[in-house]
């Protein structure tokens, strides 16, 4: 099984940043599909992120967030600028084997989740 853990969340008030790491273990980087995931209490859970041999992202972050790569680390980041109230969740990374899905049965290895509040 693959092991993800995500680091970075907490607490930034709105139109600040933060990012978010996803190091995994049992995996390379250029093998795997990653999504970063995020479910808000009542919600389902939504991708906003994937990376593949490309990037894609939810329209809810585009232009805002960005996903990439640090090979050496075996790490995923996804930077977060401009945040807002409504993207206070319980960020997750998960991997699987490509193509990207928006889909969360694709993705069979998860981390834990990190907590991001952006208080209004």
């Known amino acids: 099984q693959l092991q993800l853990v995500e680091s970075g969340g907490g607490l930034v008030q709105p139109g600040g940043s933060l990012r978010l790491s996803c190091a995994g273990s049992?995996?390379?980087?250029?093998?795997?599909?990653v999504a970063w995931f995020r479910q808000a209490p009542g919600k389902e859970r939504e991708e906003v992120s994937c990376?593949?041999?490309?990037?894609f992202y939810a329209n809810s972050v585009k232009g805002r967030f960005t996903i990439s790569r640090d090979n050496a680390n075996n790490t995923i980041y996804l930077q977060m600028n401009s945040l807002k109230p409504e993207d206070t969740a319980v960020y997750f990374c998960?991997?699987?084997?490509?193509?990207?899905?928006?889909?969360?049965?694709?993705?069979?290895?998860w981390g834990q989740g990190t907590q991001v509040t952006v208080p209004s």
């Open positions: 049992g995996f390379t980087l250029d093998y795997y599909a």
């Open positions: 990376i593949s041999s490309s990037a």
């Open positions: 998960a991997a699987d084997w490509p193509p990207c899905s928006v889909e969360p049965s694709h993705f069979t290895n």
